[in-house]
């Protein structure tokens, strides 16, 4: 590679640089009144961790395309440690018990952004026929992977379907602009709820048993974390990264010497059996007592890896670049309006309250950190519903955006 012009080159005072501005983001959003309370009203937090690294980078400050920070560290290292810990805070048994119908809503929600995928494509394809030529289609799976299940899911995606860091940050952009959006119609349409119910005859009575249920549950397993205890979740998600990179350069080998098929779907790349090996040891995990470790902060580690991912994939981002395809928005738009239109049918025709319909949609396009917000507005004990199935996303997200991906490159003859 050419010699960097950029100021900061040492990729230790890179990282100290990314984790300095993490550390700000995150400060100033938890301020509760004043400048930074309304600014972070109208700006997610979310956009300015990916933001910002690529701004440092369009303006010569670090040079992300050179970094090694990204890859092989964050890419290889810290998605797979966060998938491991973000399914195995989930709780099987739990989701199981919170009814049928709160879980056909759930999929239901999965099952409509996937079709909404392929019509926006189709759709788009006959309107603006550029907005859907190139790699179009792997940002549109890694957007799958985001929502169906959250950003460790997408950044899985990226790296499956090898989607350019341009076109990535495109979707990104339209992740947060459309998803926070939709967020913010479902949160008003919260305090209608009532209203809503009552007109559509749903029964609400299973509700008020799932707050005091998982009131109980939560005040159980809630704990301060001993150095045990991070010692323990730091070692599980490693231990299973190293696990799983031991492991994936024979199976992947093996898959590609042996089946034409599997080399047509990128099984015989061994960092797809990375992303799987880690999400099903970790979706296993989640049915021993290693659950139990979210009381002592697994799924806040696992986030905390995720949006140092996160700003290392934004600072090899050239802004500029996301201005260049408006009609992108056009295709998200199309895109959420059928998964939101499928998903209202069937939420009529199983008469579910609308807080159902609310989170089965927010788990989905949100994911746990968003879902959560959700379901605290229709009550506080409800955020650990929200959290739930925004967490069972990250276990099922990986698979189906997989499928996004493969029917997608199909539709653009992409092979």
């Given at each position: 590679?050419?010699?960097?012009s950029a100021l900061i080159q040492n990729d230790i005072v890179l990282f100290g640089l990314i984790a300095a501005t993490l550390a700000l983001v995150f400060w100033t959003s938890s301020r509760k009144s004043g400048f930074w309370a309304k600014f972070y009203g109208v700006v997610p937090p979310l956009l300015l961790c990916y933001f910002l690294p690529g701004l440092y980078n369009s303006l010569g400050l670090i040079d992300g395309a050179n970094s090694q920070?990204?890859?092989?560290?964050?890419?290889?290292?810290?998605?797979?440690?966060?998938?491991?810990?973000?399914?195995?805070t989930?709780?099987?048994?739990?989701?199981?018990?919170?009814?049928?119908?709160?879980?056909?809503?759930?999929?239901?929600?999965?099952?409509?952004?996937?079709?909404?995928?392929?019509?926006?494509?189709?759709?788009?394809?006959?309107?603006?026929?550029?907005?859907?030529?190139?790699?179009?289609?792997?940002?549109?799976?890694?957007?799958?992977?985001?929502?169906?299940?959250?950003?460790?899911?997408?950044?899985?995606?990226?790296?499956?379907?090898?989607?350019?860091?341009?076109?990535?940050?495109?979707?990104?952009?339209?992740?947060?602009?459309?998803?926070?959006?939709?967020?913010?119609?479902?949160?008003?349409?919260?305090?209608?709820?009532?209203?809503?119910?009552?007109?559509?005859?749903?029964?609400?009575?299973?509700?008020?048993?799932?707050?005091?249920?998982?009131?109980?549950?939560?005040?159980?397993?809630?704990?301060?974390?001993?150095?045990?205890?991070?010692?323990?979740?730091?070692?599980?998600?490693?231990?299973?990264?190293?696990?799983?990179?031991?492991?994936s350069p024979s199976l992947a080998g093996w898959l590609g010497a042996n089946f034409a098929w599997a080399r047509q779907m990128s099984l015989?790349?061994?960092?797809?059996?990375?992303?799987?090996?880690?999400?099903?040891?970790?979706?296993?995990l989640s049915t021993t007592r290693a659950r139990t470790l979210d009381g002592a902060g697994a799924s806040k580690i696992g986030t905390l890896l995720l949006y140092i991912l996160i700003a290392s994939i934004g600072m090899q981002m050239d802004i500029a670049a996301l201005l260049d395809r408006p009609w992108l928005f056009l295709l998200g738009l199309i895109w959420i309006l059928v998964h939101i239109g499928l998903l209202w049918a069937l939420g009529k025709l199983l008469k579910v309250p609308f807080f159902y319909f609310a989170i089965g949609s927010q788990s989905n396009i949100g994911g746990p950190a968003s879902a959560?917000?959700?379901?605290?507005?229709?009550?506080?004990?409800?955020?650990?519903?929200?959290?739930?199935?925004?967490?069972?996303?990250?276990?099922?997200?990986t698979v189906l955006a997989y499928l996004v991906g493969i029917g997608l490159r199909a539709m653009a003859g992409a092979g």
């Open positions: 590679m050419p010699k960097s920070l990204y890859n092989p560290i964050a890419s290889r290292v810290l998605l797979p440690a966060a998938l491991v810990l973000l399914t195995l989930i709780d099987l048994k739990g989701v199981l018990k919170l009814g049928p119908k709160l879980l056909a809503m759930y999929l239901g929600a999965s099952v409509s952004v996937m079709i909404g995928a392929f019509v926006a494509f189709w759709l788009m394809g006959v309107i603006h026929p550029a907005t859907v030529a190139g790699d179009t289609w792997g940002g549109m799976a890694a957007l799958a992977g985001s929502w169906i299940g959250g950003g460790a899911n997408m950044v899985a995606m990226k790296e499956v379907f090898e989607v350019d860091e341009t076109t990535f940050g495109q979707f990104v952009v339209l992740d947060v602009g459309i998803g926070y959006v939709w967020m913010a119609v479902l949160m008003f349409l919260a305090g209608s709820a009532k209203r809503i119910d009552a007109r559509s005859g749903a029964d609400t009575g299973a509700i008020e048993d799932l707050k005091q249920r998982l009131a109980a549950y939560q005040a159980q397993h809630e704990r301060i974390p001993t150095l045990a205890d991070l010692m323990l979740i730091v070692g599980i998600a490693f231990g299973v990264v190293g696990l799983a990179h031991a492991m015989d790349t061994p960092y797809v059996w990375v992303v799987v090996l880690s999400t099903c040891v970790g979706l296993a959560p917000v959700v379901a605290a507005v229709f009550h506080p004990a409800l955020a650990p519903v929200g959290a739930l199935l925004g967490a069972l996303g990250y276990a099922t997200g």
